[in-house]
């Protein structure tokens, strides 16, 4: 089993709603990632939050908005959608620079699908 | 420069055989070449990692080969199973970059079919 955990597993949305995915993790670490992958893609990084706070956003639309309560949890904000959003979304945590060890600690994702 | 080249695309391999994969990196500030297992359904999840100052590393039946001067590296599957049926991606970051160092550059990935 993961020791990141996302919630929802799956989300459909209207294009006008606004809506939220959940990230967790206790394994104390102080990077966190929210990705976006879609169907046969590598992971694209869209957010990296350092000692909760952001420190790497990678041009990513405002209509995405990541928050960051404290060192465990993770949201990503969403409001007017496009379809072209529908991917799955991964949230990764790391001990600290994932150059450190090259290895992140990824969720089982939410299945994001925009109508 | 900061592209991650993989190959190939599609792996398919009789069960007992080898499965290897290919990748090539540009920039030569990257040093630490991970490698990234996702089964259909998960995130992708650490399956081995290799330093550039070592030429090999094997953990089980999986086996990094690297090559610094060519600027490749490569993964070797021995005894390929069914249950290695998945996509797999190579990586690279650098340790010296600020903010990249919290980035991990990918590969396009491989997806691995491995047929009783």
């Known amino acids: 089993d993961t020791e990141v955990t996302q919630t929802p597993k799956h989300l459909v949305m209207g294009m006008t709603n606004k809506k939220s995915l959940k990230c967790e993790q206790h394994?104390?670490?102080?990077?966190m990632y929210w990705y976006k992958q879609k169907a046969k893609k590598p992971p694209e990084l869209m957010f990296v939050?350092?000692?909760?706070?952001?420190?790497i956003n990678e041009s990513v639309p405002s209509r995405f908005s990541p928050e960051c309560p404290n060192s465990s949890l993770l949201n990503l904000h969403l409001h007017a959608l496009q379809p072209e959003d529908s991917a799955l979304y991964l949230c990764a945590s790391s001990p600290q620079r994932v150059s450190n060890t090259g290895e992140l600690f990824f969720g089982e994702g939410s299945r994001l699908t925009v109508l | 420069q900061q592209q991650v080249k993989q190959s190939p695309q599609s792996l398919i391999v009789q069960k007992g055989g080898i499965s290897i994969i290919n990748c090539a990196y540009e920039?030569?500030?990257?040093?630490?070449f991970p490698w990234y297992q996702q089964f259909p359904g998960k995130g992708p999840a650490l399956l081995i990692a290799?330093?550039?100052?070592?030429s090999e590393k094997k953990e089980g039946r999986f086996t990094i080969s690297f090559n610094k001067s060519a600027k490749q590296f490569s993964l070797h599957i021995m005894d390929s199973q069914p249950g290695d049926s998945a996509t797999y991606f190579c990586?690279?970051?650098?340790?010296?970059?600020?903010?990249?160092?919290?980035?991990?550059?990918f590969g396009k990935g491989t997806k691995l079919s491995v047929i009783p």
């Open positions: 394994m104390g670490h102080r990077a």
């Open positions: 939050y350092s000692y909760e706070k952001l420190s």
């Open positions: 990586a690279a970051t650098n340790a010296y970059s600020g903010a990249g160092s919290y980035q991990l550059t």
């Open positions: 290799i330093r550039p100052d070592v």
């Open positions: 920039n030569t500030a990257f040093d630490y």
